[in-house]
């Protein structure tokens, strides 16, 4: 399940871990666990309140997957007015 979340890209933002907790009626706590024993790793992306938390697999630089993400995002976000 948290690897489907994954995907091919190798990460995904807390908030989708958190979806995915309430969607199937996993705990958290369960999650963490899973992502402990998958040797995942956290990264926050941005600054202050709109910061982002991302899980990304262990193998990712860390470095080059904040550049990955940020670059995702804005090709993925509509910023027209």
Do not use: P
Not at 4 to 25: A, F, I, T
Not at 63 to 77: D, R
């Amino acid at each position: 399940m948290l690897t489907e979340l994954l995907g091919e890209k190798g990460w995904c933002s807390y908030d989708d871990v958190k979806r995915l907790s309430d969607e199937q009626g996993v705990s958290m706590g369960t999650l963490k666990n899973a992502k402990k024993a998958l040797n995942l790793k956290t990264i926050r992306v941005g600054f202050g309140k709109g910061s982002i938390n991302y899980w990304i697999t262990a193998d990712s630089d860390s470095e080059n997957m904040k550049h990955v993400i940020e670059e995702y995002i804005l090709n993925h976000t509509d910023n027209h007015s």
